[in-house]
């Protein structure tokens, strides 16, 4: 199991109430919201996960600064979610074509 119940309520709750901040806030804090839940999940994950997954969450998902937004440097705000997409990519493409899932 990679999340408790608890854990997936409070990560649930944070999705939902993010949503309903999110109609009173600027659109830029949107993707800031996804990248702190992705932080959150991969915080739940990383103990129950294969070092390939827990090497992924900490050296990218972690690193993306929460307080991050596009308008203060738009080049490297975008620069950084790419990196942590394609760091993903690349992990995915491993875990399921075949690669080492060793917990």
Known sequence: MVLTE???LEL?????TAARTQLDEAAEY???RLITAAQRLGTF?????SQATQALIEDSIQRMPETATRSADPDRYV??????????AEHLVEVFDG???ER
């Open 6 to 8: 608890e854990e997936g």
């Open 12 to 16: 649930l709750a944070y999705l939902v």
């Open 30 to 32: 949107g993707p800031m």
């Open 45 to 49: 994950m990383a103990p129950r996960s």
């Open 79 to 88: 620069g950084a979610l790419d990196t942590v997409c394609r760091a993903l």
């Open 99 to 101: 690669g080492d899932r």
